[in-house]
């Protein structure tokens, strides 16, 4: 099991930038893929941010210029980076890990979320 604690959202004018934080905890040494994911009422939750364990990111097409994903293995911490905040931008921001185990042909993976964090941006 792995178990993800968020930090850092809060209130914050159009233009601003804020920094959400993310530690896992738990069987740490099994996460492969660490993220950002974020959910508006009534909507499905979507891809902000993805980091592979060797530093390889991916960014929904909103996003990209304007936030940066970083993580440190020693610490097993995910941050985002979030400027230039656009009102759209609110929603709850939730931190996601993927696991992975076993042989290569019997391999198996779990994703973990955290409990969420709000983020709004105001016009």
């Known amino acids: 099991q792995v178990h993800l604690v968020e930090s850092g959202g809060g209130l914050v004018q159009a233009g601003g930038s804020l920094r959400l934080s993310c530690t896992a905890s738990g069987r740490t040494r099994s996460i492969k893929q660490l993220g950002w994911y974020r959910q508006t009422p009534g909507q499905q939750r979507d891809l902000v941010a993805t980091i592979s364990t060797w530093g390889s990111t991916n960014y929904a097409d909103s996003v990209k210029g304007r936030f940066t994903i970083s993580r440190d293995n020693a610490k097993n911490t995910v941050d985002l980076q979030m400027n230039s905040l656009k009102p759209e931008d609110t929603a709850v921001y939730y931190c996601?890990?993927?696991?992975?185990?076993?042989?290569?042909?019997?391999?198996?993976?779990?994703?973990?979320w955290g409990q969420g964090t709000q983020v709004t941006v105001s016009s």
């Open positions: 996601y890990a993927q696991d992975e185990f076993g042989p290569v042909e019997l391999v198996r993976r779990n994703d973990y």
